[in-house]
């Protein structure tokens, strides 16, 4: 009889504890932990960016994300559009995120009061409807946080040459500027941003002149050719009224197209700029020497498994680079105009 009742209490402490676990868990659950990016914030921030994807190589948030994730940022990607490699491939697949679905994801994180952002981050749009749903998510972002930095890529196209819809180039001079915090055309979008030619460096300053009246603070155009010279021009209007310290870098010709590097150079603007809030002209050093040492770094390395450069775009070397994206050697300086 002893036996039989110490065999069964085990048991019945078994089943009891079971179904204890079992009730405990039920309820947990329906608990959602809180989110530490939001309850534990980093000093960089938490950015939303809303980009392109693809599976494989390294262009749109595949560029972006990582880079902004070493400088100490929490980084929530949405992707505009997920195909299988870039569009210089012979053939490449995948879908295309519509407002109406990118709205629907706003949606979904504004019901679990996940919609908490420093920053927004957009490169590469293609099509009007969804630059219009952009519109809409900076004003829910600042109608959460009225202090979002907005930092925009106007993707527009390059060397005479536009590869969105023509009518998109209104909505961004008379919709986008105006409510970004940081702008970053090369010198093709920054002529059709401001409607005039940029063929010296006066030009160039002028047009970012022309920009700060439109609305950001910021402007970097990335990318400027003045006889044969390629130059990034900086400038940084730190009150409305008042003229903005400009600056310029000169950047060395490398003999190669390389893909990625546009949606990489901004994330680095963005990550730089928000830790030297008032010295646009340090984190444009920081980043054009992080990405110098990046595409050199993707040149030696084609060379190495005897590929000529030269022959057709290169992906770029992200992953083996994270040491000069942590932890740049500034070897580009800025020259105060």
């Given amino acids: 009889m002893l036996q039989t009742l110490?065999?069964?209490?085990?048991?019945?402490?078994?089943?009891?504890?079971?179904?204890?676990?079992?009730?405990?868990?039920?309820?947990?659950?329906k608990m959602v932990p809180p989110i530490l990016s939001l309850a534990l914030p980093s000093e960089t921030g938490r950015v939303l960016s809303?980009?392109?994807?693809?599976?494989?190589?390294?262009?749109?948030?595949?560029?972006?994300?990582?880079p902004l994730q070493l400088l100490g940022y929490d980084v929530d990607p949405i992707n505009s559009v997920q195909f299988s490699n870039h569009t210089g491939y012979p053939t490449f697949k995948g879908q295309v995120l519509n407002g109406n679905q990118l709205w629907e994801l706003i949606e979904g994180l504004e019901a679990n009061d996940l919609l908490y952002y420093t920053h927004l981050l957009t490169g590469y749009i293609g099509s009007v409807?969804?630059?219009?749903?952009?519109?809409?998510?900076?004003?829910?972002?600042?109608?959460?946080?009225?202090?979002?930095?907005?930092?925009?890529?106007?993707?527009?196209?390059?060397?005479?040459?536009?590869y969105v819809p023509a009518d998109m180039v209104s909505v961004y001079r008379e919709k986008v500027v105006p409510v970004a915090s940081m702008l970053t055309p090369n010198q093709f979008e920054a002529e059709k941003l401001t409607g005039a030619r940029i063929v010296s460096e006066g030009d160039g300053q002028e047009a970012c002149n022309i920009l700060h009246a439109a609305g950001p603070s910021k402007v970097v155009i990335t990318s400027i050719n003045i006889d044969g010279n390629l130059l990034l021009i900086g400038s940084h209007q730190k009150d409305k009224g008042h003229s903005p310290e400009q600056?310029?870098?000169?950047?060395?010709?490398?003999?190669?197209?390389?893909?990625?590097?546009?949606?990489?150079?901004?994330?680095?603007?963005?990550g730089w700029s928000n830790k030297y809030p008032d010295n646009l002209d340090k984190a444009a050093e920081l980043a054009v020497s992080s990405l110098q040492a990046l595409l050199q770094r993707t040149l030696?390395?084609?060379?190495?498994?005897?590929?000529?450069?030269?022959?057709?775009?290169?992906e770029i070397r992200l992953i083996q680079s994270q040491d000069d994206i942590r932890n740049p050697e500034v070897k580009f300086k800025a020259e105060r105009y």
């Fill in 50 to 66: 809303i980009q392109s994807h693809t599976v494989q190589g390294y262009v749109g948030n595949k560029s972006a994300v990582f």
């Fill in 129 to 162: 409807s969804f630059l219009n749903t952009i519109l809409e998510v900076v004003s829910k972002l600042r109608s959460i946080n009225p202090n979002l930095t907005y930092v925009c890529d106007p993707v527009m196209g390059d060397e005479g040459k536009l």
């Fill in 300 to 314: 030696n390395d084609y060379r190495s498994a005897g590929h000529d450069p030269q022959s057709s775009s290169l």
């Fill in 247 to 270: 600056f310029k870098i000169v950047i060395p010709k490398i003999p190669a197209y390389f893909t990625g590097t546009g949606d990489l150079m901004t994330a680095l603007l963005l």
């Fill in 6 to 29: 110490f065999k069964d209490r085990p048991l019945l402490g078994f089943f009891r504890e079971t179904h204890i676990f079992r009730s405990r868990s039920s309820r947990n659950l």
